[in-house]
């Protein structure tokens, strides 16, 4: 006899992001359809051909009650993991870790950390010499003007080893880097942990900031960056005929993982239940989907399949939409291969048209909107949906908020390389 696996509740939710420095703030402004797209600030970016993202905004560290001083050498993504897993572990009253550390695990998907850019362009500047780079000046120069802390701290495995830190979890820490789909990849292994009795509470999520120059270079020479300077806020949208590219976002997004019977004996609020998690990869391009979706397709069944579910039960899907030319249209593609005609009745809707592309933290942000819309009936819009794309010919919930009922959601992100993950959360049952 096959035992009964332990059921994986979510108990904990937190946010840090360019649309709300909280949960509540960030479901106010995507209900109302507001854009946290603006010129970029984080560093001068008026060479680019992009010069616009969705910064994090008038948020620091220390409105957390936390020393600046203590994450002086860490960067932002560090930092924006910090505060959303705090909100996360104090909505679920976790903050001060469990009886047994043991129990309680960490598993991220976070990015790397950043260079420090001015001192690099120095240490090169000074180095080049003609048509050749003097490594002993570069090397010079680099012990004389880095700090060995801040080179640590660009390693993607360091915001989770400092959450363990933070609430003595000495149970699994693991960290993915996935690209897009990354955040929502480490949620769906860290529920396997807590099913197969590894851990009792799993702290997962993602962070992630590319908001640099090396970030920015990457995404124009791809072309993959919308362009749409003078008007940022209308920049971002998915599914729609002229859009033109992603708008590169940051932040960083935190769930509670639970086994069930753990946190029905300490009382614990649930917000839903970890239901499905699908994983495949599209073996073809590292820059490019599959043209007919076949890995995204295989995806969502794997993930309605493991959450022992009938297609006919899902109520709303988060798109990955990312508001590229070939995303949306293959993503729109998945979604009609699995659910056949009924694809055109499901509210379907990408929150990137707001927040912009979180990378390694947007899968986790995008788990918690499905959370929100279960909580309240409501199913958040696609902004900037003008212009529709016979490609794309699916219910985007264009430009306003709408009431729906909602019990189960579906979340995609599928990322560079041809990482695809599927996420299903519904509302909590007995």
């Not at 479901?27 to 008026?46: E, I, P």
């Not at 362009?121 to 780079?133: H, P, R, Y």
């Not at 390694?360 to 929100?372: N, R």
Request: aromatic fraction near 6%; glycine fraction near 10%; charge should be negative.
């Amino acid at each position: 006899m096959v035992a009964e696996r332990r059921r994986v509740v979510i108990t904990g939710i937190g946010c840090i992001t360019p649309l709300g420095v909280s949960v509540e703030e960030l479901w106010k402004n995507l209900m109302r359809g507001a854009s946290g797209v603006g010129q970029t600030t984080v560093f001068d970016a008026s060479r680019f051909p992009t010069k616009i993202s969705a910064e994090v905004r008038n948020w620091n560290i220390t409105d957390e009650g936390e020393d600046e001083s203590m994450w002086h050498y860490c960067g932002r993504h560090t930092k924006f993991a910090a505060g959303a897993a705090l909100h996360a572990m104090r909505d679920a009253g976790l903050t001060q870790g469990l009886s047994d550390p043991t129990r309680l695990g960490v598993y991220l998907g976070s990015g790397e950390g950043q260079q420090d850019f001015e001192a690099f362009t120095s240490m090169m500047v000074a180095a080049i010499k003609g048509d050749t780079l003097d490594v002993a000046i570069f090397t010079k120069m680099g012990l004389e003007m880095l700090h060995p802390l801040s080179e640590v701290e660009q390693e993607p495995n360091m915001p989770v080893g400092h959450l363990a830190g933070m609430f003595n979890a000495q149970g699994p820490n693991l960290n993915c880097l996935t690209a897009c789909a990354a955040s929502s990849q480490a949620i769906g292994e860290a529920a396997e942990l807590v099913r197969r009795g590894d851990a009792d509470v799993m702290l997962s999520g993602g962070t992630h900031s590319m908001i640099h120059p090396f970030g920015v270079t990457g995404f124009n020479l791809l072309t993959a960056l919308s362009t749409r300077n003078d008007e940022p806020i209308r920049a971002s949208r998915p599914f729609d005929r002229d859009r033109d590219g992603f708008v590169l976002g940051e932040g960083a997004a935190m769930v509670v993982l639970e086994e069930l019977e753990h946190a029905k004996a300490r009382g614990a609020k649930i917000h839903g239940e970890l239901l499905g998690y699908g994983s495949t990869a599209d073996a073809y391009r590292i820059t490019d989907t599959h043209p007919e979706g076949r890995g995204a397709t295989s995806c969502i069944r794997l993930a309605l399949q493991d959450a022992r579910m009938d297609s006919s039960e899902i109520d709303y899907i988060n798109a990955h939409g990312t508001s590229t030319s070939v995303n949306d249209r293959v993503e729109t593609l998945a979604i009609k291969n699995v659910f056949g005609p009924r694809a055109y009745k499901i509210p379907v809707s990408s929150t990137k048209s707001m927040m912009g592309h979180l990378i390694a933290a947007a899968g986790a942000t995008e788990l918690i909107v499905c959370l929100l819309a279960i909580r309240d009936g409501m199913l958040p819009p696609t902004i900037n949906y003008e212009e529709p794309d016979p490609d794309c010919d699916l219910d985007y919930i264009p430009n306003v908020a709408r009431e729906a009922k909602c019990e189960n959601a579906l979340s995609n992100s599928f990322g560079f390389g041809g990482q695809n993950i599927s996420l299903i959360v519904g509302r909590y049952r007995n």
